[in-house]
């Protein structure tokens, strides 16, 4: 009943977003395959070209583009206002694809559709694919926004093989990119919606399958479905020199909502190591991944099969990824952890006051490498970990882990920082116990570990992680396996999560909060702990 609830309400969502953006249109314009670019540009007298209508369309206009496949590279000249947006859509149900088979991607980033220094344009319901290239000097994506835009909402859109096929492994100068938001104007990309698109089957190089980086404010990426890509799904990213002000150069106040994820795997990627058939690259992708963002949400995501869940981390050196705030997720049999947070050495950037909480933690570290559910590298510094349900794989039995890996660090670049703050999560594993619970971190010069949640609370580095406790907590589904629905992971009645999180008095929650299922979080005095509200 729930996952019923919840499509209804992201479904809803979207249209009332689309739909409150927009008013009447100027004129309907149309596009066909057996179409004419000296017509009229009406449902009997079509334009051939895509490129003519992105030329050609005024201030409310919607342009209409028929079913069949469109041999070309768009570039949208145009732009509408905020009153009079302009509209590139499908018409009904017909399936325009633009197929970029036979053209060969040219020097440095192109797309099939690109938007430039434009303002108020829609693409929805446009099929992009089979953009190739194995040269690194070509970067190939399937719809790209540059410039300073306000306003552009690319929706429904399908996006699959485009490959960056260039064998060279550790060559992170090769890359591809399914949609590409690059602020790399002092004019912000300001609004843009990414919503309800399906991306799949993308060699992505060393980039990744839907990114907003640099000078991007106040973005939403929310219900799209990303899987089979060979890096990052989703990415929010600054510090990379995107934006010529590096003050502006961060993405940042963005929801990246109630998108489903899977199959995100970096093995058979040579950027990493890999070989496109035989794999054996690194395992070192996350679906969802903030570095270098600042301030945004990161809710109602379900995350499954890929080398991590969510990553929150800073690449550069002096950088910093701080105030995001991941809550009311799914993250499960993942190769890796769940979470992953901080950089991976002592060069990186920090993670800071960020929050995690409420999120069902299941099950990852499929691959038994001793990553825990929720792993630490260096620098995280005053985050906050609240009413999560972490259930460990039994295996290792080990639910957080802190591993600063590196050769060349002090022990105080390595030790855990005391200001993480831990407090009413709910721990499980299948066979294990309050007692075996693992958990892992660096202090006092050295690796230790804590066996029992009784050990973890006592020492001295998780505030007392106050609050948590030990048992089940009763999924309607037992214990679900990777092909598991996401409502096999509701609570069930008497389940331990109930009424368990924290007093309100400590951790705030609006009316306008929702759990993963769309539901109101919170219905009594207290929090349920998990992504559930029962």
Request: glycine share 10%; net charge negative.
């Amino acid at each position: 009943m729930k996952s019923k609830l919840y499509s209804a309400f992201t479904a809803l969502f979207c249209a009332f977003t689309i739909l409150g953006q927009c008013t009447l249109f100027a004129a309907d314009r149309f596009v066909s395959p057996t179409g004419n670019d000296s017509a009229a540009g009406t449902l009997n007298a079509p334009w051939k070209t895509i490129q003519k209508a992105a030329n050609t369309a005024k201030a409310g206009d919607v342009v209409y583009i028929r079913g069949g496949t469109y041999v070309e590279r768009v570039q949208i000249n145009v732009s509408g206002t905020a009153t009079n947006r302009i509209v590139f859509r499908n018409y009904e149900d017909e399936r325009p694809v633009i197929d970029l088979a036979t053209l060969s991607a040219a020097q440095y980033l192109t797309a099939g559709i690109r938007i430039t220094d434009k303002n108020y344009v829609t693409i929805e319901g446009i099929e992009i694919c089979n953009y190739r290239t194995s040269s690194d000097a070509a970067v190939p994506a399937g719809i790209m926004v540059t410039g300073g835009c306000t306003g552009i909402m690319l929706v429904g859109n399908y996006i699959h093989h485009i490959e960056q096929n260039n064998p060279e492994t550790y060559n992170y100068d090769a890359n591809a990119h399914g949609i590409a938001v690059y602020g790399n104007s002092n004019t912000a990309i300001e609004g843009i919606i990414i919503c309800q698109n399906q991306l799949n089957d993308l060699r992505l190089g060393a980039s990744e399958a839907i990114v907003v980086n640099g000078n991007v404010n106040n973005f939403q990426i929310c219900n799209n479905v990303v899987h089979h890509v060979n890096n990052i799904a989703i990415d929010a990213i600054g510090y990379e020199g995107t934006c010529p002000t590096a003050s502006k150069d961060r993405a940042r106040n963005g929801l990246i909502a109630g998108n489903k994820v899977w199959a995100t795997d970096s093995s058979t990627n040579p950027a990493y190591g890999g070989n496109f058939t035989s794999g054996g690259g690194a395992r070192a992708a996350a679906g969802i991944y903030v570095d270098g963002g600042t301030k945004v949400v990161i809710e109602r995501n379900e995350v499954w099969g890929s080398n991590f869940g969510v990553e929150v981390a800073s690449e550069a050196e002096d950088g910093v990824t701080d105030y995001i705030t991941v809550r009311n997720n799914i993250i499960r049999h993942n190769d890796g952890a769940g979470i992953i947070m901080g950089g991976y050495d002592e060069n990186r950037g920090s993670t800071e006051n960020c929050t995690i909480a409420n999120n069902t933690i299941y099950m990852n570290d499929v691959q038994n490498v001793w990553a825990g559910q929720i792993q630490f590298q260096f620098y995280v510094k005053n985050n906050k970990f609240l009413n999560n349900i972490i259930w460990a794989n039994p295996s290792t039995k080990q639910m957080i882990v802190h591993y600063p890996g590196s050769d060349t660090a002090t022990a105080a670049q390595k030790e855990f920082d005391s200001s993480n703050v831990f407090a009413y999560n709910l721990y499980y594993t299948v066979g294990g116990s309050a007692a075996d619970a693992g958990f892992v971190m660096f202090t006092g010069g050295s690796i230790k570990g804590f066996d029992g949640i009784s050990a973890w609370q006592r020492s001295g580095k998780v505030a007392g992680d106050v609050g948590s406790t030990f048992s089940n907590p009763k999924f309607v589904g037992g214990t679900p396996s990777i092909t598991a629905t996401a409502s096999q992971f509701c609570i069930a009645r008497g389940s331990s999560a109930i009424n368990t999180g924290t007093p309100s008095a400590q951790y705030a929650v609006t009316s306008a909060q929702r759990d993963f299922f769309g539901l109101v979080r919170l219905k009594n005095a207290r929090l349920d702990r998990g992504a559930d509200e029962f």
